[in-house]
């Protein structure tokens, strides 16, 4: 009897990690995953898989534990999701972001060149990399021009994986995803922040929700169609880079109407525009050209951008009990 496949999942406490550790087990996948400590572990996303997932301990910024886990592991497959993730935070915590989404990629993947290169690895690179796009819709080999840290750091971290697989010949791809969003997406981001207020709204729990930039357009996919990709990008016979992208673009805007209106609600009535919330550098626009994934992966997304709204709309409006 053949030993089941091993996977590595970095960052499987985070809205990815959660649903790729799912669809892995779904498929007969041993699969560990790499949390840093604290002082509260809160593995909220992962609680109801606890049981069937092994828990390795591991920072970014500390290699020595990265080649502990690897070699606890003994992955066939390595998915690199682990990042500081939000862009906002990357303007206060510039340095930070550049060592964890930048400089960490280099120390895994070096530890990945000595103890296991035979191993599959997946980068998980950003369609924040575009950042003032050179081209309408953003492909493969659009060029990047990132417009915070966070691109910045995202663009140095796909350059050293392609340079790991091109030094070394390493099997590592890059998936280039855009936004991508669910019920599990982390509270500060734009989706979740509107589908989070206007629930607290409709439960009579506020009366307002303060936004930034409503005109920043984007294309919003569902994480669970987005998790596929990535694995099917690690069972081709060579690495390669992707979009994964639905090719539409809505704004900022449209998601509050959406989720406001799934509430029974108009969201002119609630939103404000708080200054303090636009960035010093916007990327005004993204949309993806995922004709490759399509055409090599047999990939496309499921979810439309509606369906993904009223749902996350609805979860949190289930999940919020009224005021007292
Ligand atoms: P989340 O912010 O939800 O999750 C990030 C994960 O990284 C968490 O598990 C977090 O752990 C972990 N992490 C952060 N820093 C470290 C570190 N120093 N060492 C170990 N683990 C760390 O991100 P998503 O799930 O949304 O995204 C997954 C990846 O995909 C990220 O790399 C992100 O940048 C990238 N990406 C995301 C897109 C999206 O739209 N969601 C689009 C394109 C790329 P903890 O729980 O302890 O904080
Ligand atoms: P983004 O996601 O920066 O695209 O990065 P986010 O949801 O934070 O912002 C999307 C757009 O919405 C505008 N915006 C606001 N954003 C937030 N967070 N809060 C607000 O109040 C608000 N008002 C308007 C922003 O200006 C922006 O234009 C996400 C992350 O998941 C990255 O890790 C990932 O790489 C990229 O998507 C692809």
């Known amino acids: ?26 498929r007969g996948y041993e699969v560990y995953g790499l949390v840093r400590r604290a002082s509260l572990q809160r593995f909220e996303r ?18 020595a534990s990265l080649a502990r886990a690897l070699d606890l592991a003994r992955p066939h497959e390595i998915y690199n999701l682990a990042a500081q993730s939000f862009v906002p935070t990357s303007w206060t915590e510039p340095v930070l972001t550049a060592e964890f989404t930048g400089l960490g990629v280099t120390r895994l993947l070096e530890c990945v060149r000595q103890r296991c290169p035979d191993a599959r ?5 950003s369609s924040e990399m575009f950042g003032k796009v050179r081209e309408v819709p953003q492909r493969e080999s659009t060029p990047f021009y990132p417009r915070s840290p966070y691109g910045a750091a995202k663009a140095y971290a796909h350059h ?9 010949g ?22 979740r922040k509107v589908s989070l207020g206007a629930a607290a709204i409709a439960r ?14 984007r294309d919003w996919g569902f994480a669970g169609d987005y998790v596929e990709a990535m694995w099917k990008m690690l069972q081709l016979d060579a ?67 509606r369906e993904l709204i009223e749902r996350m709309a609805r979860a949190d409006y289930d999940a919020t009990p009224p005021a007292s």
């Open 1 to 26: 009897m053949s030993e089941p496949r091993r996977a590595l999942v970095t960052g499987i406490t985070g809205q990815d990690g959660s649903y790729l550790a799912e669809f892995l087990l779904e």
């Open 46 to 63: 992962i609680e109801h898989l606890r049981e069937r997932v092994e828990l390795v301990h591991g920072d970014l910024l500390d290699q």
């Open 121 to 125: 690895f997946y980068q998980a690179s």
């Open 160 to 168: 050293i994986t392609v340079n790991y697989r091109e030094s070394y």
């Open 170 to 191: 390493l099997y590592a791809s890059c998936g280039i995803l855009f936004n991508h969003e669910s019920p599990r997406r982390g509270r500060e981001f734009v989706t």
């Open 204 to 217: 009579g729990r506020a009366k307002t929700l303060p936004m930034g930039n409503l005109d920043a357009r």
């Open 239 to 305: 690495p390669d880079d992707f979009v994964i992208a639905t090719g539409e673009m809505h704004s900022v805007r449209e998601v509050c109407e959406i989720a406001f209106a799934a509430l029974g609600l108009d969201w002119r009535a609630h939103v404000t525009l708080d200054p303090k919330l636009l960035r010093p550098a916007e990327v005004d626009q993204l949309v993806g050209d995922a004709s490759k994934a399509r055409a090599k992966l047999g990939w496309q997304p499921r979810t439309t951008f």
